[in-house]
């Protein structure tokens, strides 16, 4: 912290609880199981993995805990283990193995299931870690059958458990993942449940088909707010230990929607049958063969499918429903005509029938309902995006699809056609999604692969300069600014927030040196802000009431572009690190 930086407000600074970057999300007891010497018909294995900011973004204490304290209102019984890993960033990184019990009123942070083991610190990125877990639960919990819940952030296909301190950030490869699981003792799981953002996806699955009967996960950003419902879906296992893997799996699901409709929190789950992978992943990738074989002349409706394929704020763009793709694609006038493009379509919605027989998506108002069919698929639309990608995307077994094929020509094609993007005009009053050709003639600033339906947030030279005209923008919204003057100048910007958590990222490029500082209403006392030394600012705060804050982003050296964005912590938990890679 720099502080000589603030001089030019000229008013003192509050204190500010600066938040953990991401990379852009599981004693006194005697260690044996409660089954008199038989053989319990479950052992749930939660491995969470809080070496994040997950540990400290509940207003301070931990996501994390919370999810053990959901399973400690059931607790381990006659026929049910419940066994827990917790790693803590607030801990230093220990990891612990707990035996959850019977604790159904627990303060926050507070685990008093009996401590099996002090682990010491561990990386939780390291398959390693996952695998040692796996078989102690199977040497000292043995049991008919066996969950797996891994707790942490997701990425999609990248991989999940991010681990700040011991793994430097790294994350858990989902090759590494499926290897840790089928060199474990156990061989293989009957359910795998992801408590991550992003992992309902085909890659993911085709992965981890081999390991595990049934998948559990959700194609959106999960909210930090524990949406897993596990004293549910638990509380039902208690009454049912001899249900079916499928019943189950269902059960999760459910319990997640019905946790999600009680906390307000816009969100998708669904469970997949992962001997179903292979026809999917073969089905999907003859449907990419022949759109690169019949539909060569017609890559712009290949494109506009993909433009017309929904989205919302809790989307990574470069994740699209399958589903729907393949339903848009049979929309556009001159693909319809095709034989070929029609029946590999409806030989995909078919797989996907059988691969994902239950999937559920509750929608909070405001968040409008877009289609969901179950799991998502990677299709990045600008070279840029794919090339960095490339190399890990085709170390996944997935590669044996050829999709990765489709997506280089998808995306290489790109160069030859007009890409529609959100026009942005007249001081960022209006908006339409047009190519950039149309939108320079509006005076507009062009946002591939951006939708008028994410809103206008300034961009370019638009951004405001004083706080009296600071450029309005929304929750979540990703705005692109270009900073230019020296030190103290600042763009403004503005934003409607409630009583909560909040987290701020902004980026900027090479040596610049930006920070953030925030006011509410224009000319009020500095209220909290970030000087972090170097091109990022990543911070939390907390506001109590309702109305506008207004947000300068400020040149301490350098200029040049940034990117900003404002969400409220345990509504949307934003995946990655800060907004510009």
């Known amino acids: 912290m720099k502080f000589s930086k603030t001089v030019w407000w000229t008013v003192p600074a509050l204190t500010v609880l600066i938040a953990l970057a991401l990379i852009v999300s599981c004693s006194s007891d005697d260690g044996g199981d409660d089954n008199g010497g038989g053989q319990a018909k479950w052992t749930i294995m939660l491995y969470g993995a809080g070496n994040n900011d997950l540990d400290l973004a509940n207003n301070g204490t931990s996501y994390i805990v919370q999810d053990v304290q959901d399973m400690q209102k059931v607790g381990s019984q006659q026929g049910l283990n419940m066994i827990a890993m917790v790693s803590r960033y607030g801990g230093g990184g220990n990891a612990r193995y707990y035996k959850v019990e019977y604790h159904p009123s627990e303060n926050p942070n507070q685990i008093s299931s009996p401590e099996l083991e002090n682990l010491g610190t561990r990386d939780m990125s390291d398959p390693q870690t996952l695998r040692n877990f796996i078989n102690y639960c199977k040497a000292n919990f043995p049991a008919e059958r066996y969950h797996l819940i891994i707790d942490d952030h997701g990425a999609g296909w990248p991989g999940s458990c991010s681990d700040d301190l011991a793994g430097a950030g790294g994350l858990l490869t989902l090759p590494e993942t499926r290897e840790a699981i089928a060199s474990s003792d156990l061989g293989r799981v009957d359910i795998l449940t992801w408590h991550a953002c992003l992992m309902g996806m085909v890659e993911v699955a085709y992965e981890l088909r081999s390991v595990c009967e049934y998948m559990t996960a959700c194609q959106f950003v999960m909210p930090m707010e524990n949406i897993l419902g596990a004293d549910i879906w638990l509380g039902w296992l208690k009454d049912n230990q001899s249900a079916s893997n499928d019943q189950y799996s269902r059960k999760i699901v459910q319990s ?41 002349q017609h890559w712009n409706e290949v494109l506009n499918a993909w433009n017309s394929t929904h989205a919302t704020n809790l989307d990574n763009p470069k994740y699209v429903d399958v589903r729907e793709f393949t339903n848009q694609i049979q929309a556009q006038p001159s693909l319809a005509t095709i034989n070929l493009i029609n029946s590999n379509a409806v030989n995909v919605r078919n797989a996907i029938n059988s691969a994902i027989p239950f999937t559920d998506t509750y929608f909070h108002s405001p968040t409008q309902p877009v289609p969901r069919g179950g799991v998502n698929v990677y299709i990045p639309w600008q070279m840029d995006q794919f090339l960095p990608d490339s190399v890990s995307y085709s170390s996944l077994q997935w590669r044996a699809t050829n999709w990765h094929s489709f997506i280089s020509t998808f995306v290489r094609s790109l160069g030859q056609q007009s890409p529609t993007g959100r026009c942005c005009y007249n001081s960022n009053q209006s908006c339409q999604d047009v190519t950039q050709a149309q939108c320079n003639q509006l005076g507009g600033t062009w946002t591939q692969g951006a939708t008028c339906a994410q809103g206008c947030g300034g961009g370019g030279t638009n951004c405001a300069t004083n706080c009296a005209s600071a450029t309005q923008i929304s929750l979540g919204q990703v705005v692109e600014c270009n900073l230019t003057g020296s030190q103290g100048d600042a763009n403004w910007l503005r934003v409607n927030i409630t009583t909560g958590q909040y987290r701020f990222e902004m980026a900027t490029t090479g040596a610049n040196d930006y920070d953030v500082y925030t006011f509410s ?30 947000i300068a982003v400020a040149i301490w050296t350098g200029s040049g572009p940034f990117q900003f964005r404002i969400t409220q912590v345990g509504v949307t938990d934003e995946p990655g690190a800060v907004v510009l890679k």
């Open 521 to 550: 209403p224009c000319g009020s006392q500095l209220g909290c802000l970030s000087e972090a030394t170097g091109p990022n600012e990543d911070f939390v705060c907390n506001f109590t009431g309702s109305g506008e804050l207004f």
């Open 256 to 296: 997640v929607i019905e946790r999600a409709q009680f906390k307000q929190k816009t969100t998708h789950y669904a469970m997949m049958k992962m001997s179903e992978m292979q026809n999917l992943g073969a089905a999907l990738g003859n449907f990419g063969n022949i759109l690169v074989q019949e539909g060569g």
